[in-house]
């Protein structure tokens, strides 16, 4: 199973420690691969791991970038090629490892900024070391609280650990509903700037990726609230006619290594002409005005008479009613309206905030909270209302997309489907999957119906879930037992549910799993939290819409 990877770190609620980039190899290299699991499901985990890097890497985590990156490379070059399925899917693999050379740019992109930080890291630690051996060495009366103000201050301060502040989900669901509303607004528009400049998803993914753009997203758009999408638009395009200008000039490896084909004509901004001592700059010529009667130049060039006494005498402005001092408010203690409350509010930014993780598996992989909106079930129910009274299922797909270490789910996808009483399955996965991506969404999860049953998970439901929890291991199946009034929020144990599920052999549509507990509650408790407010939208993929 491939996910994020990171264990435990940053669980604690401080900044989490910098790791040196052996160390993130290490940890990138510690997931489970399965050559049993179909490869299209590892095809779709390989795109899912090169999205969350560019989440991560839009909000300045180096390091959690630089590992999912190094394992998008390991899984692609170290086991896909080798899958019993290769030779069915070489288009596939060929544009997966296209992705992996860009992935190997980025990555030495960013290994000297990961070395510099830990670097700085270990020189704290060494500091903090040599400062504790000092003090320990002083008489025991100079106690750490009697350090003087100046004394402190010139205590090292290691720049790696002023991180993101590390949140508890349940604790901020009010300010992740916030911060989740702000980001996907802002994507929304960069997304729709982007297309209306022109730029196609390949063109973008390869300049994003090659760093030509720099932060363009937070440079026009980290405060969308004065940003229209078409003055984006125009400035993206600007950017991208530089771009192309500077792409056309050839590189300093292109200057020295000796060209057969004739050479390109390089640009010259247009100069601008010295001025001659005997010319003055000319002016527009244009009409010379009439000149004006002889009475109206006398008029014009008459002091007008001086105004009355009485308009002159300017009455002393009245004096103000003197107010005792004690009925001033301190400045402290004045009440701030709600509009100067907003504008004192701290900017929310995906990348000033973390939020911790929620649960572990059972092998102790931490798991990324998943906020899910409360009314979601209730509109899918209501989408679902003609197949329930037909007594046939209904699924749909749950999107939404990585937001400060927290996944929100924010949309929900109906596909096209063929159902029966005990089954619904999914048809044209690839069409489902091109919306997806155009969407620059993430498959978090799945949502069905049990018509007639109660709420649980059968021998199906967890093959079908396997695949999900493949592609991200927070993914979550929800069931709904409109008969019943019952609901659920599951995942697979792991172990030994995925385990046991992914090495099933067993082809009957229901059979039995000979185990213990193959699937949890994800949400009483779990790493799924209800976050009252957020916003989603339903997709119907169906044909005729029902």
Partial sequence: MVGRGGGGRGSTGGPSQPMSVEQIVQEAQNFDYNPL???????RSTATLLK??????????????????????????GHLGKHPEARNNECGLRQAELEV???????ERLKPRISKKYERYQKFVRDRAAMGIANDRKPSSASASDLSPQRKERRPMDPALASSESLAAGDNRELAVKLAHKEIKRRAVARKATRRAGISEEEEQERRTAGVWGNWEQDFASDHTGVDGDALSRQM?????RVDNRDKRPSVAEQKRPSFQPSRASYNYPSIPAKSKQQSPSLPSSPRPPRPEKGLVESMTTPPPPPPKDDVRVKAPPRPVKQPIAELESPMSTTLSPTSAATTEPELKSSSFTFKPSAYLENGTALRTIF?????RHRFLQIAEKNTRANLETCGVLCGTLISNALFISKLVIPEQKSTSDTCETL?????????DGEELMVLGWIHTHP??????????????????????????????PSKNDW???RLTDPPGMKMILNCTNTGLFHPHDSGTLYTDALRPGHVFEAKGLEFDVHDMRSGNY
């Fill in 37 to 43: 699991i179909p490869l299209k499901y590892w095809l």
């Fill in 52 to 77: 969350e890097a560019e989440i991560y890497e839009h909000e300045g985590n180096d390091q959690q970038t630089y590992l999912l990156l190094f394992r998008h490379a390991q899984l692609v070059l």
């Fill in 101 to 107: 050379q860009k992935s190997l740019e980025t990555m």
């Fill in 237 to 241: 395009q600007n950017i991208r006619l």
């Fill in 372 to 376: 899910l909106p409360p009314d979601l």
């Fill in 428 to 436: 044209d996965e690839s069409l489902l999957f091109d919306y997806v």
């Fill in 452 to 481: 007639t049953q109660t709420c649980f998970m059968s021998s199906r439901d967890l093959h079908t879930h396997s695949g999900y929890q493949v592609m991200i291991p927070e993914s979550i199946a929800i069931v709904c037992a």
């Fill in 488 to 490: 659920g929020v599951y």
